[in-house]
Nanobody
Framework: QVQLAESGGGSVQAGGSLRLSCAASGYTYSRCVSWFRQAPGKEREGVAAIYRSGGATYYADSVKGRFTISQDNVKNTVYLQMNSLKPEDTAMYYC???????????????????WGQGTQVTVSS
């Protein structure tokens, strides 16, 4: 059973940066790790994903060029570097993992078997 723990959320002004961390423990064979977010009153959406075996990355159009997903295999941690933050990036951010390759359907929530508790990101204008 994989346990995921997010950290790094907080409050920043528009244009600022944050780095989120997703640390995995337990059975750590998770081939695809992704970040999702959910804003109040909105559906949860996929933000970025990384295929741990090959390093391929995937991004939602809304964050391309601003967010970068990366991994540290020694620490078994996936990061989400968020730059040029906008008020519309305000949301609860979750990491999720699955034992399959990410693929083009990486943002489908029902493919993921492990989820963290979330970390809040608030961007003020």
């Amino acid at each position: 059973q994989v346990q995921l723990a997010e950290s790094g959320g907080g409050s920043v002004q528009a244009g600022g940066s944050l780095r989120l961390s997703c640390a995995a423990s337990g059975y750590t064979y998770s081939r695809c790790v992704s970040w999702f977010r959910q804003a109040p009153g909105k559906e949860r959406e996929g933000v970025a994903a990384i295929y741990r075996s090959g390093g391929a990355t995937y991004y939602a159009d809304s964050v391309k060029g601003r967010f970068t997903i990366s991994q540290d295999n020694v620490k078994n941690t996936v990061y989400l570097q968020m730059n040029s933050l906008k008020p519309e990036d305000t949301a609860m951010y979750y990491c999720a993992a699955m034992p399959f390759a990410c693929g083009n359907n990486w943002s489908m929530e029902n493919r993921y078997s492990a989820w963290g508790q979330g970390t809040q990101v608030t961007v003020s204008s």
